[in-house]
């Protein structure tokens, strides 16, 4: 078995151990397969070759021979690089999901949730190295039954329409792109000599109208999950219901299925499809930039405007992908790496206050049955939800401020390189788009500042001052980590990428912390150096505590 | 010492050990007295200003241009056979640059070290990390001017415009600071997004971003025609953001909220400096053709005469130098615009001691008077010129000092400002012989010149002259005299600074001869040994005849003398009033900033919150809407299905139908799954259409 295999089903077997396992060992086993993953994904980004071309590390055998399905899998530049950016964020995941029963209140469900996290993980992984159709459409499929079941039972308020919407929308997607796969197979050669192995199709000439049609197929499945506008509806509310570290997956990685499978089909197998579709791809990318900074702009609540905001950096991959120069390809797969770990880093950010003050509002909505979804008191409505936490929270306002500018494009951060690449490349092929592509730059740019200016600056919101002061450097130290560093890699050198840490103590203080605001529930909990609210000590509560 | 690149590697990072420093170890884990992130910084600049003191400075008359680039090419973004290859470059230009860059960085950081002790009577709470920032920003400006390429030199501008936005808002309690430094922050990168784009279109056709190769690119002919021209607008789009110039100035005044050594130091001396400094490297390489040229011409001297007519009605002594600093700035412009690119980066030396000096002297100033009213329990605005007066005998030295600064920016002789203003208006006056239908070049710089003159000595006059407090309003008035009667001249740790400021202001370093440019104007105007030959060619412009010289010294400085006299008049000896002009219209529209500031508030920031939340509502109304109308749809034809079958079911059914109708009862049962969430529901329908497909498929291609 070689290291590819070892990759994907490492957490596989992680599934199966879970299964047999006490419960309460379930996450330290979670932890354990995502980090023999994370080794493995190292041991291929170092043995990885940068030099020569082509696919490495291959395993090929047959699968089901009688329609030549084969289970094939290999890695080239843009595979190692969203290997690596899975096999890290998965470990961040499990991290930040370290106390996911208590934040989501599902006490004794560690183990599905483990279990389910996993195969996430297992399908994203053999996802990014697939060189079968077959095998890339099983593992593209995998991914979507634990992220459903992730969404609809751990996440938030209205967690179940969101689950749907997310699984039907995407499902719908990938019925196209089925069609397509299996059209390709048997356009591919006359029987006996067809084919799913991508290298071999890529290697095909077929007629100009034949791969239009299968570039739409692919498209639609694709564009459904990158997501591209106008399919991106169901992003927001997947963002939002969603717990944190699954949060964290979907903007990190689930997204990147979307743009990678552009890049590996759409372009690699289908790259003489008509000038048009890049036209129109490349169009979509500018509306994505900019239409989704201005959604950005405009979101109250902080989780859905860091899920506008990956809208907006989407946009920067298709456009660097439509471009299809060298800087721009790589510009793109550089922003998808970039993208994973700041998106990552921005939802962990938002957990850290969402766990701590019971919301999220940048500035508390005006619509009631919001704000009663939302256990918000109704007196709050258009009041702001926070206010200077740079003064309550100084380290992690510090981390969040990497983020935020490493995400505007701030250069010295990562952000920046896939911006400059993917609108050096894009200049060389749509000049005009490239120019208009900047307006939502700038747009980014603003809405970051004004959300800092909102949140952070100013004066301390009444009651701000009990939120964090005493517990900030420890949690927020492990809330987020920013590394900016220049390490040179591959083809697409990672020119510095905050790497996103988590909120595993953040959740074990949830409930010591006073809300910010107003508190949905205020959860008795054992906390460190003090001794357990236990049965018996609740009957003198009134004297312990008001 | 011998010009290496470990050298220059010591001077680039020495300041951002400090800020790592800084920001990772002081405070945190290392106790300390409060002075301990103020030493780090000192060091941090005071290391690379020896360094170029003994190693670069006894170079400057070498012509050779130090290309350092580290041994295997420092390919930072590779792209296989393209490649960004970055290092450090060391000309004329850059070495005379770096002993201001550093020499300045240095007073500013001594300055501060007592400046920003207090704040409002208690101990500053964030000492250490103002001297953070302002390390960080001392590394992004040696960045920019080592590079040897636009890569690194955009990194360092985006850097320095981080460090604006951080410490303009660094007294972030107040809502006008914060608005501040996101007015600064944006107007800035609306210019860095252009810019960017200009660099793209030198990177397509020139496939290189290092300077040496874009001249040699440019000469070559890779790029030409209208998309030159292009280029060099959008490159100057970057300039003009940074740099405030017309119409991207605003920003500038506005980021006067700040901490005065940070006005002085960013605002004044390196960072809106940088954008000359920008253009003048792109004049130098060929980027700017004749057409861009005009433009930056006409924007630079334009930028000069309109700052300086904002500045003659502000009361704020920040904002006045604030103005003064764009008008400055646009002199600098308008001598890169006529090709005399030496004239613009003396003039940019010189401003950037001149001015900083200024500036400090303005804190020096509002320290004193800061600390008067606080004492007295004043709430009186201690930038507020009106709330001044007389304090040249209460701060002789800051007074001295200034007093010599203001002489340099006016341009009266025997100053650096004569020699450098001189230079450029002598530049502007040769040009326009040449091209007579360009005389409005030549108006605006002298014209801005008499205002100059003017409201400099306007605010020296409301400032030091008279009787403390004799222009105070409002009922603190009385108090505030008082307050102003015990103010005492700043510590040596803030007039040591001023002082040597103020001998750089002098003509004396600059030239033995007080009305030539001596020889500074030798090494700025030396080959630059990476640049083609031909490139030399917009030099040519810059020296006129003798003669032309001749008349631009009597015209400067007799219209610089009628500016002070004027101002005399009117401030000094009173013999003129200023209050029918202050009823005028025009002085309203003066105060209004010409309207530039509303204008730019209703169209850019309201309308963009505005198309925020039009999109916002149309994704969720339209899109998603369509999306869920779309589900109702599919599920009411369920509904509308099943409740088919259940008429049929009640009022045809008989026993010979029943079959039918269970069929269909089953079909909508069927449907109904879709629906219910059950995942093997789903996925038995995915993989019974994938075989039902593959077949199917099959069976039409065989």
């Known amino acids: ?546 | 010492m011998e010009l290496s690149g470990t050298l220059l590697a010591i001077v680039l990072f020495a300041p951002l050990v400090a800020f790592l420093i800084q920001i990772l170890l002081v405070g945190r884990w290392v106790r300390g007295p409060r002075v301990a992130g103020a030493v780090v910084s000192l060091l941090g600049v005071g290391v690379p200003f020896f360094l170029v003191l003994v190693g670069v400075v006894p170079h400057l008359f070498e012509p050779t241009a130090v290309l350092w680039v580290p041994q295997a090419p420092l390919r930072w973004i590779d792209l296989g056979p393209l490649s960004f290859q970055v290092g450090l470059m060391v000309d004329n230009t850059t070495k005379v640059l770096l002993f201001m860059v550093t020499l300045v960085c240095l007073m500013i950081h001594l300055f501060s070290v007592e400046y920003m002790k207090v704040r409002d009577g208690e101990p500053e709470p964030y000492y250490s990390r103002f001297f953070a920032y302002l390390s960080l920003f001392t590394f992004a400006m040696i960045l920019l001017t080592l590079s040897d390429n636009l890569l690194t030199l955009f990194i360092g501008w985006e850097l320095m415009g981080l460090c604006s936005y951080l410490l303009i808002g660094f007294y972030y309690e107040r809502k006008s600071a914060q608005d501040a430094a996101i007015k600064a922050f944006l107007t800035t990168r609306v210019g860095d997004v252009l810019l960017l784009i200009g660099l793209a279109i030198v990177w397509a056709s020139v496939g290189s971003l290092r300077l040496p190769e874009v001249a040699q690119g440019v000469q070559a002919g890779a790029i030409k025609g209208w998309l030159l021209t292009l280029a060099g607008l959008f490159l100057f789009a970057g300039a003009v953001g940074k740099s405030a110039q017309f119409p991207l100035h605003t920003w500038l005044p506005d980021a006067m909220e700040g901490p005065t050594p940070v006005s002085a130091l960013i605002h004044a001396a390196t960072m809106v400096a940088a954008g000359v400094y920008l253009a003048a490297r792109m004049l130098q390489v060929g980027l700017f053709d004749e057409r861009t040229l005009l433009v930056v011409a006409y924007v630079g001297g334009f930028t000069a005469l309109f700052a300086a007519s904002i500045a003659l009605v502000q009361t704020d002594i920040k904002r006045v130098l604030a103005y003064s600093t764009v008008s400055q700035l646009g002199y600098m412009m308008l001598a890169v615009g006529v090709g005399n690119y030496t004239a613009a980066l003396f003039h940019l030396l010189t401003h950037a001691f001149f001015k900083a000096c200024l500036f400090l002297g303005s804190g020096s100033v509002i320290h004193a008077l800061h600390e008067a009213f606080h004492r007295h329990h004043l709430h009186a605005d201690a930038q507020d010129m009106r709330n001044m007066g007389g304090l040249r005998r209460r701060m002789p030295l800051t007074f001295g000092t200034f007093l010599i600064a203001t002489l340099a920016i006016s341009g009266i002789p025997l100053t650096a400002g004569f020699l450098s203003k001189d230079a450029i208006l002598a530049g502007s006056l040769a040009y326009v012989l040449e091209h007579p239908q360009h005389l409005m070049l030549a108006v605006f710089g002298f014209i801005a010149a008499a205002m100059t003159a003017f409201y400099m000595f306007r605010l020296v006059f409301w400032t030091f002259a008279g009787t403390p407090g004799g222009r105070a309003l409002g009922p603190e008035a009385d108090a505030v005299r008082g307050a102003l009667a015990e103010v005492r001249e700043s510590s040596w740790v803030m007039t040591v600074p001023l002082a040597v400021l103020a001998f750089f202001a002098l003509w004396i370093f600059w030239s033995l001869h007080p009305a030539s440019e001596g020889w500074i104007a030798e090494v700025l105007s030396g080959a630059e040994g990476w640049l083609p030959e031909a490139a030399h060619r917009a030099e040519a412009h810059g020296h006129g005849p003798a003669s032309v010289h001749l008349w631009t010294m009597v015209l400067s400085v007799g219209l610089a003398l009628l500016g002070v006299l004027v101002a005399a008049l009117f401030y000094l000896y009173r013999r003129w009033s200023t209050e029918r002009f202050a009823q005028g219209q025009f002085a309203r529209v003066l105060e209004a900033k010409y309207g530039l500031d509303a204008l730019y508030d209703w169209a850019f920031v309201r309308n963009a919150h505005r198309l925020s939340q039009w999109s916002g509502r149309f994704d969720l109304r339209v899109i998603d809407g369509a999306v869920n109308g779309l589900a109702y749809l599919v599920v009411g034809a369920r509904h509308s299905f099943t409740w088919v079958t259940g008429a049929i079911d009640r009022y045809v059914v008989d026993g010979a139908v029943n079959g039918v109708a269970w069929l269909l009862r089953q079909l909508g049962a069927g449907f109904r799954q879709l629906q219910t969430g059950y995942i093997q529901g789903y996925l038995l329908v995915v993989f019974s259409g994938l075989v039902a497909l593959a077949f199917l498929i099959s069976a039409a291609f065989r």
Request: contains cysteine; proline residues 6%.
């Open chain 1, 1 to 546: 078995m070689g290291l590819l295999s070892l990759l994907w089903l490492a957490p596989v077997v992680g599934m199966v151990v879970i299964l047999l396992a006490p419960r309460r060992w379930s996450r330290a086993i979670a932890l354990l397969a995502t980090l023999v993953s994370l080794g493995v994904a190292l041991a291929i980004g170092v043995g990885f070759q940068t030099q020569s071309g082509g696919l490495q590390f291959v395993e090929r055998a047959a699968w089901i021979p009688a329609f030549h399905i084969e289970y094939f899998l290999g890695v080239d530049g843009l595979s190692v690089a969203l290997v690596l950016l899975t096999a890290v964020i998965s470990v961040i995941g499990v991290i930040a999901s370290w106390r996911i029963e208590e934040e989501s209140h599902r006490s004794g469900t560690e183990k599905s949730y483990f279990f389910l996290y996993l195969l996430l993980v297992a399908g994203m992984l053999g996802f990014f190295i697939a060189q079968d159709l077959i095998l890339f459409y099983v593992f593209f499929e995998l991914t979507l039954l634990p992220m459903y079941f992730l969404i609809g039972y751990w996440g938030g308020p209205r967690r179940e329409y969101a689950a749907i919407k997310f699984f039907l929308y995407t499902l719908f997607g990938s019925v196209f792109m089925l069609v397509a796969i299996l059209a390709l197979y048997f356009l591919s050669g006359p029987a006996g000599a067809r084919t799913f192995a991508i290298p071999e199709l890529a290697a095909k000439n077929l007629p100009v109208w034949v791969l239009n049609w299968l570039w739409l197929g692919f498209y639609l499945g694709f564009a459904i999950k990158v997501p591209i506008f106008p399919f991106h509806t169901w992003l927001p509310d997947a963002h939002v219901e969603a717990p944190t570290p699954i949060s964290v997956i979907l903007a990190g990685i689930l997204l990147k299925m979307g743009t990678y499978g552009l890049a590996r089909i759409n372009l690699q197998v289908l790259g003489d499809a008509s000038e048009g579709w890049w036209r129109f791809l490349a169009v979509l990318g500018v509306v994505n930039i900019i239409y989704g900074a201005f959604c950005a702009m405009a979101q109250l609540d902080m989780k859905k405007l860091v899920a506008y905001s990956s809208i907006g950096h989407m946009g920067f991959v298709l456009l660097g992908i439509a471009a299809r120069t060298p800087e721009g390809v790589n510009g793109a797969i550089f922003q998808m790496v970039s993208h994973g770990l700041l998106s990552g880093m921005l939802f962990l950010i938002v957990g850290v206050v969402y766990v701590r003050a019971h919301h999220r509002f940048i500035v508390y909505p005006e619509d009631p049955a919001l704000l009663q979804l939302y256990g918000v008191d109704p007196s709050k409505a258009g009041q702001k939800g926070f206010g200077g936490l740079a003064t309550v929270m100084p380290v992690y306002t510090f981390l969040m401020a990497v983020a935020f500018f490493g995400s505007l494009g701030l250069p010295g951060l990562s952000g920046f390189v896939g911006e400059f690449l993917s609108l050096l490349g894009a200049w060389k092929t749509y000049p005009l788009y490239a120019l208009v592509s900047v307006i939502g730059v700038v747009i980014g740019a603003a809405y970051f500042l004004w959300t800092i200016q909102r949140m952070f600056l100013g004066q301390p919101n009444p009651g701000g001052e009990r939120l964090a002061r005493r517990s900030s450097p420890r949690a927020a130290g492990v809330g987020s980590a920013g590394a900016p560093g220049g390490p040179a890699w591959g083809d697409a050198p990672l020119g510095a990428g905050p790497l996103a840490g988590n909120g595993l103590e953040l959740g074990g203080r949830s409930g010591d912390v006073d809300p910010l605001g107003d508190a949905v529930s205020r959860r008795e909990k054992p906390r460190w150096g003090r001794r357990p609210v236990s049965e018996t000590s609740k009957v003198w509560r009134p004297f312990c505590r008001s």
